[in-house]
């Protein structure tokens, strides 16, 4: 027959095992995400990339929206990880890197003159920090 002792020891072996592969999933994913964010830094929206976007636009206008999601992306691509666009500072595109660099220059010298509007949001708030962020063009 076990003992009380032998039975919290498997106890608090089972919560160590258990806070091990926490911490472990938890390094893995900010090894992921610092690999995205280098991968996005890194890449850039080609010509291609931007007309499917607009007929992505047109489909949603024809569907009843008066917004489209163009891009999310995580945070930590902004060069201040995001905290100009969620404080709302006027600066908050001189941060952006990247594919939404690329995609707010876009929208400057195209898609502004045309009537659209831009908007920068940080979406959700991950350990209390901003965590991805979405721009969104608007028409209505």
Known sequence: MDTAAALRQLEDAFKEAKQSAAHDAQAKAVVARDHEVSEAIDHHLDQAHLQTMVAAMRHAAEN?????????????????????????????PATLRGEAADLYHFWEEKLKPAGFQLSAEVLNFPAGKPGDVGLTFTWG
């Open 64 to 92: 009843g929206e008066y917004r489209y999601l163009a891009l999310r992306f995580a945070s930590d691509i902004c060069t201040d990880a995001g905290r100009s666009i969620n404080s709302g500072q006027p600066d908050w």
